[in-house]
């Protein structure tokens, strides 16, 4: 084939590959508002030392800890801003309290703990289901942080009530803090084919890209 042929194929295969994400991107990424899901929440990350069973049961020890001492910070916050805001303040002490949590426990791990963006994948939290993509969050590192993950929502307050929560309650906290109806019912009409497949476009977007 001619090398000038060879390119013109080449563009015209970029093109329509393009046009393809163009396509899919209209039908799949967020739309009307619905981005704001991203900047509405912000996400708990604790990642343990390693896989061990010990590790394992410390990393719960310590989110149950930091928890604690989050969800009092967060009493009364009324959207991200303020929640990042006391949670930004609060990291000396939230650090403080997980190590204080591991030496109680025998461990001298040492823990580093963050509030920034960070990519997740879609999550299921028993009635509700997050997009993949991007969301604030507080990340607690422990000791080499090589071993499985916990995650939840920490703002709104979700990840001690997210098992047992009705959904009629759950809509109220959500709404307070800026959704409306419609962005509510992306994270919790999980079984919607249209989202879905939005789900597995955004994730696989995360994957291209990185």
């Not at 990424?29 to 996400?43: C, K, N, T």
């Not at 969050?137 to 979700?158: D, H, K, T, Y």
């Not at 959904?167 to 079984?191: C, M, R, S």
């Amino acid at each position: 084939m001619h090398i000038k042929t060879k390119k013109r194929v080449g563009f015209i295969a970029t093109i329509a590959t393009l046009a393809l994400l163009i396509v899919l991107g209209a039908t799949y990424l967020p739309v009307h508002g619905e981005e704001d899901i991203y900047d509405a929440v912000i996400r708990l990350h604790v990642l343990a030392n390693s896989d061990s069973a010990e590790d394992q049961a410390l990393k719960m020890q310590v989110r149950d800890a930091v928890l604690t001492v989050a969800s009092e910070a967060l009493e009364g916050c009324q959207n991200r801003d303020e929640a990042a805001t006391q949670l930004t303040a609060l990291i000396p002490s939230l650090t403080e309290t997980a190590e204080e949590t591991l030496r109680a426990k025998g461990c001298d791990d040492a823990v580093i703990v963050t509030l920034s963006q960070e990519d997740y994948p879609t999550r299921n939290y028993e009635s509700f289901c997050f997009p993949a993509g991007e969301y604030l969050s507080l990340r607690v590192m422990i000791g080499e942080a090589e071993g499985q993950n916990f995650w939840c929502v920490l703002f709104p307050p979700l990840c001690m009530t997210a098992a047992t929560v009705q959904k009629e309650q759950a809509e109220e906290e959500f709404i307070a803090v800026g959704l409306n109806p419609d962005q509510y019912a992306i994270i919790t009409e999980t079984e919607n084919t249209k989202y879905k497949l939005r789900f597995k476009f955004l994730e696989a977007l995360q994957g291209w890209f990185r």
